[in-house]
């Protein structure tokens, strides 16, 4: 197996602006038919919450939105228009995306924590750490319809990776983060048809709609489960502690970092092999990406001694292209396939940073 490290390429990325946004972003979230970003600000004890509304048109802030207090994640229904943020004042805000305000407040179970969206069904899922559960919100009358049993659920884990959606055949993935297992829920009918046990700890989860597989991150590898039959079909192994991992599904390619080490794993979905281990930088923790140019990157942790960077990675040849430093404490992303930019939320320098390619300097005759 191949180990490939960098080299010189003429395709260059680099910071082109920095966004200042609240104190302590969390989370961000991305509308790709409005093409606004929603970074979500914890605040501090004497700085109130809030939602910066981000235009990646001008790359602008356009608007602060106040939210209750302890939001942490968000998600996004282009269709409606419709911007979900959790609070651990066990609410749902419901932003209205072209009025820029809360239109609704949610009570959903005891410290949600983790939100989805499935587009087609405009239903929302909240995972409720305290409760055990799992909340399903009517996007339609921004009510709960009903509430769903899910495990045990580990407070040092959370977010928006404990939930996947396969909105192709409306099933929905839960991880019971505190225990051992994957709860399969039936979209249609609201509930669990099937408990899968995973292994130790639990962490992330995704889909590749295309082959309907789902993988889960635990503390023995990536747990491949298929979802025609509701079924461990295998366990990759021998890739170290994986982060939270990225799918491309148009080749067919996962992107695991091991953040025990500087690798990120390349993975063939059709097989579930590992077919390359790229060299990152240190403690590569999480993937963004653009499924359109085919271009990944892999940001790293960072520390108060080392910068937090960013590596992008040419998914076609499986090269580094190169590496940048957007900002100190990277904890979340999104990408704007249009435009080719990556947007990261940078925990410790409140603020976002855009990163984009270089543009390529046109010839000129003499």
């Known amino acids: 197996m ?10 260059v990325y680099r910071v082109i602006k920095k966004i200042k ?6 989370d961000a979230a991305f509308n790709v038919r409005t093409r606004r970003v929603y970074v979500v600000n914890n605040g501090t004890p004497t700085i109130r919450s809030s939602v ?6 001008t790359d602008r802030v356009i608007r602060t939105i106040r939210i209750p207090d ?16 959790t609070s651990f004042s066990n609410q749902v805000s419901v932003i209205n995306g072209a009025l820029n305000r809360i239109v609704a407040l949610v009570k959903v179970g005891k410290n949600p924590v983790g939100v989805a969206v499935n587009r087609r069904t405009n239903r929302i899922y909240v995972l409720n750490h305290d409760s055990n559960t799992l909340s399903v919100i009517s996007g339609a009358g921004a009510r709960v319809i ?4 899910v495990g045990a659920q580990n407070p040092n884990f959370g977010g928006n990776n404990t939930i996947a959606i396969n909105e192709r055949t409306n099933r929905i993935y839960v991880l019971s983060t505190g225990g051992r297992t994957v709860s399969v829920i039936n979209g249609a009918t609201n509930r669990v048809i099937a408990t899968l046990t995973v292994g130790d700890f639990p962490n992330v989860v995704k889909l590749n709609s295309r082959t309907n597989r789902i993988y889960v991150a635990t503390s023995r590898g990536l747990v491949v489960i298929s979802g025609a ?5 295998a366990t990759i192994t021998g890739i170290g502690e994986v982060g939270v991992f990225g799918i491309n599904p148009r080749t067919s390619r996962l992107y695991a970092p091991d953040d025990s080490s500087r690798i990120v794993n390349v993975i063939n979905t059709k097989t ?8 990152d930088g240190i403690f590569p923790i999480q993937i963004f990406i653009n499924r359109r140019t085919n271009r990944i990157f892999s940001s790293t942790l960072g520390s108060d001694a080392v910068p937090t960077t960013v590596t992008a990675i040419n998914g076609r040849t499986n090269r580094v292209i190169n590496t940048l430093s957007p900002g100190q404490g990277v904890i979340a992303g999104v990408v704007n396939m249009r435009s080719n930019k990556l947007y990261t939320v940078n925990q410790q320098d409140n ?3 855009v990163i984009a390619p270089r543009p390529k300097r046109l010839a000129t005759k003499r």
Do not use: F, W
Not at 146 to 149: D, G, K, S, V
């Open 70 to 85: 302890g939001s942490a994640h968000a998600a996004v229904n282009a269709r409606t228009n419709m911007i979900y943020v």
């Open 21 to 26: 946004v609240g104190r302590n972003p969390t």
């Open 146 to 149: 009903a509430t769903i049993p």
């Open 272 to 279: 579930d092999r590992v077919i390359t281990r790229i060299t």
């Open 229 to 233: 039959t509701n079924r461990i079909i």
């Open 2 to 11: 191949k180990i490939l490290a960098a080299r010189r390429t003429s395709e």
């Open 351 to 353: 603020n976002v940073s």
């Open 52 to 57: 910066s509304v981000i235009s990646s048109v």
